[in-house]
């Protein structure tokens, strides 16, 4: 039996009500929620804490579960949560895998960016949601 692939993203607003992105600096370079996969032995939410240290150096509070995503041609479950940033402090590229990362407005994310991650951020802003579990299908880019 082959183990499953997971992982785990966080959503992290600002005062102003803008999401935090990171840059990756492979593929397309292109901007996406703070996360990865789930290393052994780590909890879903585990590993949403420690991708954000990784990639932005933020300590943050993980919160409430605003989706689970599964992506049949990978075979992964993708967990995404509300986190806070505990120390307001401000983000900063703390890997090589990140270009960049800043706060932006839900109504003007940059590009390139997938549909994949657009849906995470607007079910995660949707306070009616009701659905936590999505099947995705292949990514989509917005260039």
Known sequence: MSNKLMGSAS?????????????????????DLPGGKTEA????????KREVMEETGLE?????????????????????????????????PSSPEILECKYCLIDDLPKPISDFTI?????????????????????QWIE
């Not at 032995?41 to 949403?48: D, H």
């Not at 306070?127 to 099947?135: E, K, N, S, V, Y």
Request: glycine residues 6%.
């Open 11 to 31: 959503v992290i607003s600002d005062s102003e009500g803008r999401v935090l992105l990171v840059k990756h600096s492979y593929g397309k370079n292109n901007w």
């Open 41 to 48: 032995n780590e909890s879903a939410q585990e590993t949403a």
């Open 60 to 92: 943050v509070e993980v919160g409430q579960l605003t989706g689970i995503y599964y992506d049949p041609n990978n075979d992964m479950h993708h967990f995404v949560f509300i986190a806070t940033n505990q120390y307001n402090t401000k983000p900063q």
């Open 119 to 139: 849906q995470r951020i607007q079910d995660a802003f949707n306070p009616t949601r009701q659905q936590l579990f999505h099947i995705v299908g292949p990514r």
